[in-house]
């Protein structure tokens, strides 16, 4: 159903006309079927970080399909991609993206209160990434029917969040120039409210680096003194730094895999491994604690007489939101308002909180306020999110949009119940409003743009600069996941959705909605 558009103030800034803006509603509930199908076949390919290959054919297939022109392996990155669209000459180019990725291990049934994965083992989207770009097709569709019949000159990028579990391609995404000549970018993310922010976002930067050790094989009983261990390198550096973190700012977060121990226990390691994330609030901090790291790293090795070498496999920036866009989208979020939600999406999300011992709290229906530096008070870390690289290079907002279930936890299979139902979808659709609303305010108000790149130059910018820790011949870590996924892609494919045949993946899996059966 369209939303009116006659609030009382709701227009106290230049902005797009309700006229625009009306049509723009009206072209994303048109396409709300196929925002369904979208999020319900994303959620079915299940593919993790550098391995969207289904994901992304089948989205810039649909993108193709309405006029925009694609650009595959962007940024040397298989999986990565640009679709663009101009209407007429000149005008703002904005770029609109969101992440695509699935997290290892979260394969879960969808529409199940319990947990009950689909093929155990293999990925799924326990952070629900399988929303955003559906939602961010679906406004870019209804913003581009807006743009050529109003004759609104400008231009639409889309791109994809890839690997952003593993935070490890935004940072090349900007040093390989695919926002040089953009405007501003709106990103989405899903949550359980529909809210935006401005200013520092209080969440940690992050380096993402692997070590890796190299000594010198022996028979581990007959002859170990001629060897040289390179998991012991790699268990006294874990030990050294945890030993550290009693002396390090109390905003660090760091956590380590070893991700490679050795072959078998009666062969001294020649090689082995360990992947870091250093987490920390801004740029100097974060390259601090990452020289920490390497001196750590290189003390082991001296300690063991081996030698080590590091690599980065990810990087993100702390996140900087822009105040003029974020101010446009939140009364564009208020336009919009809450989803409708259903007695029966309710009873879902209760029957999932109690089948998981988690918090009881109904789906949302007020929004969440402005989220601003005041009313979130001082950060003491946290999570990272790779956007932050974009953000520092162009004014960026994140809109997150009402998808999930309240008090089910990130990257749990809990976050991936409610990500292939009536919830997601409403969510989604809700998003994509905002979304487009937010992109025509910008298309047909140059002050609005005006004032968002003020601030970032002048404020944002004022007292820090981007400094990412990538080396020129550090290069995307793509072979991440291609072995895993060698092996359960075969047992995801007879799972993919099937949108011709079936109304819903719901509907294909023989699951009623709602599935109310608390037992756990």
């Given at each position: 159903?369209?939303?009116?558009?006659?609030?009382?103030?709701?227009?106290?800034?230049a902005?797009?006309?309700?006229?625009?803006?009306?049509?723009a509603?009206?072209?994303?509930?048109?396409?709300?079927?196929?925002?369904?199908?979208?999020?319900?076949?994303?959620?079915?390919?299940?593919?993790?970080?550098?391995?969207?290959?289904?994901?992304?054919?089948?989205?810039?297939?649909?993108?193709?399909?309405?006029?925009?022109?694609?650009?595959?392996?962007?940024?040397?990155?298989?999986?990565?991609?640009?679709a663009?669209?101009t209407?007429?000459?000149?005008?703002?180019?904005?770029?609109?993206?969101?992440?695509?990725?699935?997290l290892?291990?979260?394969?879960?049934?969808?529409?199940s209160?319990?947990?009950?994965?689909?093929?155990?083992?293999?990925?799924?989207?326990?952070?629900?990434?399988?929303?955003?770009?559906?939602?961010?097709?679906?406004?870019?569709?209804?913003t581009?029917?807006?743009?050529?019949?109003?004759?609104?000159?400008?231009?639409?990028?889309?791109?994809?969040?890839?690997?952003?579990?593993?935070?490890?391609?935004?940072?090349?995404?900007?040093?390989?120039?695919?926002?040089?000549d953009?405007?501003?970018?709106?990103?989405?993310?899903?949550?359980?409210?529909?809210?935006?922010?401005?200013?520092?976002?209080?969440?940690?930067?992050?380096?993402?680096?692997?070590?890796?050790?190299?000594?010198?094989?022996?028979?581990?009983?007959?002859?170990?003194?001629?060897?040289?261990?390179a998991?012991?390198?790699?268990?006294?550096?874990?030990?050294?730094?945890?030993f550290?973190?009693?002396?390090?700012?109390?905003?660090q977060?760091?956590?380590?895999?070893?991700?490679?121990?050795?072959?078998?226990?009666?062969?001294?390691?020649?090689?082995?491994?360990?992947?870091?994330?250093f987490?920390?609030?801004?740029?100097?901090?974060?390259?601090?604690?990452?020289?920490?790291?390497?001196?750590i790293?290189?003390?082991?090795?001296?300690?063991?007489?081996?030698?080590?070498?590091?690599?980065?496999?990810?990087?993100?920036?702390?996140?900087?939101?822009?105040?003029?866009?974020?101010?446009?989208?939140?009364?564009?979020?208020?336009?919009?308002?809450?989803?409708?939600?259903?007695?029966?999406?309710?009873?879902?999300?209760?029957?999932?909180?109690?089948?998981?011992?988690?918090?009881?709290?109904?789906?949302?229906?007020?929004?969440?306020?402005?989220?601003?530096?005041?009313?979130?008070?001082?950060?003491?870390?946290?999570?990272?999110?790779?956007?932050?690289?974009?953000?520092?290079?162009?004014p960026?907002?994140?809109?997150?949009?009402?998808?999930?279930?309240?008090?089910?936890?990130?990257?749990?299979?809990?976050?991936?119940?409610?990500?292939?139902?009536?919830?997601?979808?409403?969510?989604?659709v809700?998003?994509?409003?905002?979304?487009?609303?937010?992109?025509?305010?910008?298309?047909?108000?140059?002050?609005?743009?005006?004032?968002?790149?003020?601030?970032?130059?002048?404020?944002?910018?004022?007292?820090?600069?981007?400094?990412?820790?990538?080396?020129?011949?550090?290069?995307?870590a793509?072979?991440?996941?291609?072995?895993?996924?060698?092996?359960?892609?075969?047992?995801?494919?007879?799972?993919?959705?099937?949108?011709?045949?079936?109304?819903?993946?719901?509907?294909?899996?023989?699951?009623?909605?709602?599935?109310?059966?608390?037992?756990?």
């Amino acid at each position: 159903m369209a939303t009116a558009l006659c609030l009382p103030g709701a227009l106290a800034h230049a902005e797009a006309s309700p006229e625009m803006k009306q049509a723009a509603i009206a072209g994303v509930d048109a396409r709300a079927k196929l925002v369904q199908e979208m999020v319900d076949s994303v959620f079915s390919f299940a593919e993790p970080g550098f391995q969207e290959f289904k994901t992304s054919e089948y989205l810039t297939g649909i993108l193709e399909k309405n006029g925009f022109k694609i650009e595959r392996g962007v940024a040397g990155i298989p999986t990565a991609w640009t679709a663009t669209w101009t209407n007429g000459t000149g005008g703002p180019k904005i770029a609109l993206g969101s992440d695509i990725d699935g997290l290892l291990g979260l394969s879960q049934t969808p529409g199940s209160p319990q947990v009950k994965p689909m093929v155990p083992g293999a990925p799924g989207h326990g952070e629900g990434h399988n929303a955003g770009m559906p939602l961010i097709v679906a406004a870019a569709l209804a913003t581009k029917d807006v743009m050529q019949k109003e004759k609104i000159p400008g231009t639409l990028m889309l791109w994809p969040g890839v690997a952003e579990e593993l935070l490890a391609t935004k940072a090349y995404y900007v040093r390989a120039g695919l926002f040089k000549d953009v405007d501003a970018t709106i990103f989405t993310h899903v949550s359980n409210d529909f809210s935006t922010a401005w200013g520092p976002g209080g969440n940690n930067g992050m380096v993402s680096v692997e070590y890796t050790f190299h000594g010198k094989t022996a028979h581990g009983a007959g002859a170990p003194w001629a060897g040289r261990s390179a998991l012991d390198a790699v268990e006294i550096m874990d030990v050294a730094w945890n030993f550290r973190r009693e002396h390090l700012p109390l905003t660090q977060r760091s956590h380590y895999v070893i991700s490679n121990g050795g072959g078998q226990p009666n062969v001294v390691p020649d090689v082995a491994s360990v992947w870091y994330y250093f987490r920390e609030q801004n740029f100097k901090s974060i390259r601090s604690l990452y020289e920490t790291g390497n001196t750590i790293a290189e003390a082991a090795a001296m300690a063991t007489g081996t030698t080590v070498e590091r690599r980065v496999l990810g990087y993100a920036a702390p996140n900087y939101s822009n105040k003029p866009l974020a101010e446009a989208a939140y009364k564009n979020i208020e336009l919009v308002g809450m989803p409708k939600w259903s007695d029966d999406d309710q009873a879902f999300a209760r029957a999932v909180q109690e089948a998981n011992g988690l918090k009881i709290e109904p789906l949302r229906t007020e929004l969440t306020p402005l989220s601003t530096p005041a009313t979130r008070g001082p950060s003491m870390g946290g999570g990272s999110d790779d956007i932050g690289d974009i953000m520092w290079t162009v004014p960026t907002i994140t809109i997150r949009f009402p998808s999930n279930i309240p008090n089910t936890i990130g990257h749990n299979v809990t976050a991936a119940i409610a990500m292939a139902t009536p919830i997601a979808h409403k969510g989604a659709v809700a998003g994509a409003k905002a979304v487009s609303l937010t992109v025509l305010d910008i298309m047909t108000t140059p002050s609005l743009l005006a004032e968002a790149k003020d601030y970032f130059q002048n404020v944002q910018l004022k007292d820090d600069t981007y400094d990412p820790v990538l080396g020129k011949d550090d290069q995307p870590a793509i072979h991440l996941n291609a072995d895993l996924m060698s092996q359960m892609r075969p047992k995801l494919e007879p799972y993919y959705y099937n949108p011709k045949k079936y109304k819903s993946y719901l509907e294909q899996l023989g699951i009623a909605y709602p599935n109310t059966s608390a037992t756990k």
